[in-house]
């Protein structure tokens, strides 16, 4: 940014004309208002995680809920070029993984079409969503429609181990 009639510097409130380069082309008109915005860094969500997994399922004959604790691990490439892999390994003994492109919305993540096979026979596709991490852990939702007509929502929780 160069400013045009304000010299070196801007008080802060200030007004003054300026002169922008974008990285893109952008059809603005004098008067447009816009907004410039920082890319958003990617975020690493891959490691090895312990914690919990409330689970359920509705609008089928096996309707119910229950929580279960799970050792996460996330897979993730460089720059997040290629699929993500979550796997879920539970207490019950099923292991499930969901694995698909990532779409990152600011510091969240999504994998809207992921392959959800289990080794318990399940492979079906969810919507995996809000799935986040921080310094301590991740979490993250899905959502699918699984054996019986059941919808199965998940959500997830987990520190790193």
Not at 51 to 63: V, Y
Not at 68 to 93: E, F, H, R, W, Y
Not at 126 to 147: C, M, N, P, Q, R
Request: proline residues 6%; aromatic residues 6%; contains cysteine.
């Amino acid at each position: 940014m160069r400013l045009l009639d304000a010299g070196p510097s801007l008080r802060p409130g200030g007004k003054a004309a300026a002169r922008l380069i974008l990285r893109d082309p952008a059809l603005l008109l004098p008067g447009d208002r816009f907004i410039i915005r920082m890319f958003s860094p990617v975020i690493t969500i891959g490691g090895e995680y312990t914690g919990g997994l409330n689970l359920a399922q509705a609008q089928c004959a096996n309707s119910g809920k229950g929580t279960l604790i799970v050792n996460v691990s996330v897979s993730q490439p460089p720059n997040n070029i290629g699929p993500v892999s979550v796997t879920m390994a539970k207490s019950d003994g099923v292991t499930c993984n969901f694995n698909g492109p990532v779409t990152q919305w600011g510091k969240v993540y999504q994998i809207p079409n992921a392959a959800y096979t289990c080794t318990n026979g399940r492979s079906t596709t969810a919507k995996v969503d809000e799935l986040t991490a921080s310094a301590h852990g991740i979490e993250g939702s899905w959502t699918a429609f699984v054996e019986g007509g059941c919808l199965e929502t998940g959500t997830f929780s987990a520190v790193r181990r």
